[in-house]
């Protein structure tokens, strides 16, 4: 069980931010998911995103209660310090989840960093990646299936 998860924003909780037609929208099945764990779990967001766009960002979309990781926590390799996270929750990077999109495979890699769980989701999308795009991300993304959403209940119950 996981005592701290932490979300990647872009491309997890709202749309990429390469999207061409990006607004803020929240993905399916967050808020229940908020709303399942909140109570036994931390919870925090890390975004590669400065500051003031990211908690424009949570605030923009209801999430402003979270706790914001932003361009400031990243390293100089520009992955996202987890163990920071870890330290201000006091909780075991083994005990922790990260949750992302993987852009640029900066989750996967960041994840394994510090020693915390890393689930890669779909990256979540309002306008299909371009073909270009597709080719040039298929390395680290997982591309959603527009006819199925990818959706936060399937993680209900099982972090
Ligand atoms: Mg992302």
Same mark, same amino acid.
Request: proline share 4%.
């Given at each position: 069980?996981?005592?701290?998860?932490?979300?990647?924003?872009?491309?997890?909780?709202?749309?990429?931010?390469?999207?061409?037609?990006?607004?803020?929208?929240?993905?399916?099945?967050?808020?229940?998911?908020?709303?399942? *764990? @909140?109570?036994?779990?931390?919870?925090?967001?890390?975004?590669?995103?400065?500051?003031?766009?990211?908690?424009?960002?949570?605030?923009?979309?209801?999430?402003?209660?979270?706790?914001?990781y932003? @361009?400031?926590h990243?390293?100089?390799?520009?992955?996202?310090n987890l163990a920071v996270v870890?330290s201000d929750?006091?909780?075991?990077?083994?005990?922790?989840?990260?949750?992302?999109?993987? *852009?640029?495979?900066?989750?996967?890699?960041?994840? @394994?960093? *510090?020693?915390?769980?890393?689930?890669?989701?779909?990256? *979540?999308?309002?306008?299909?990646?371009?073909?270009?795009?597709?080719?040039?991300?298929?390395?680290?993304?997982?591309?959603?299936?527009?006819?199925?959403?990818?959706?936060?209940? @399937?993680?209900?119950?099982?972090?």
């Amino acid at each position: 069980m996981a005592e701290l998860i932490i979300f990647d924003c872009y491309g997890t909780i709202v749309p990429a931010g390469d999207d061409p037609n990006f607004r803020y929208a929240v993905r399916q099945g967050f808020h229940r998911l908020l709303y399942h *764990y @909140e109570d036994d779990r931390k919870m925090a967001v890390f975004s590669d995103a400065d500051k003031r766009t990211l908690d424009f960002c949570l605030l923009k979309v209801g999430l402003g209660r979270l706790d914001a990781y932003n @361009e400031d926590h990243l390293t100089l390799e520009r992955l996202k310090n987890l163990a920071v996270v870890c330290s201000d929750f006091e909780v075991e990077p083994s005990n922790s989840v990260f949750i992302g999109d993987n *852009y640029a495979d900066r989750d996967r890699l960041s994840a @394994e960093q *510090y020693g915390v769980n890393f689930i890669q989701i779909p990256q *979540y999308r309002l306008t299909p990646i371009s073909e270009n795009d597709r080719k040039h991300y298929e390395k680290w993304l997982i591309h959603d299936d527009p006819r199925k959403p990818w959706s936060f209940e @399937e993680l209900i119950g099982s972090l």
